[in-house]
């Protein structure tokens, strides 16, 4: 559904915000994949900790730390190849920037 909205999604990155009157117009970030520049119409803060926002001097509640989630990276596949998925990230050597595509 975010594909066919035309979301594009960005992970992985440190960003510094660029904004006029707590409007973000802009994103800078650095990754693995370089520095790179975002424009866009609507930005949408995922960070779960609030960065975007906070860089761009928008309100904004942090909640106790009991009532916080932990972060996590672990995610699950099933019904892959495991070694045609190993071969090609050999032969390949992907970067994060390359996994959106």
Known sequence: ???QAGVRRVLHITA?????????YSVITESKSGRQAILANVIIDCTGDADIAWFAGAPF??????ELMCMTTVFSCA?????????????????????GG
């Open 61 to 66: 509640i942090k909640r106790e730390r009991e």
């Open 16 to 24: 510094l915000m660029l904004s006029s009157r707590a409007i973000i």
């Open 79 to 99: 019904n892959i190849n495991k070694n045609a998925f190993m071969q090609n990230i050999k032969s390949t050597e992907p970067k994060y920037g390359d996994w």
């Open 1 to 3: 559904m975010l594909e």
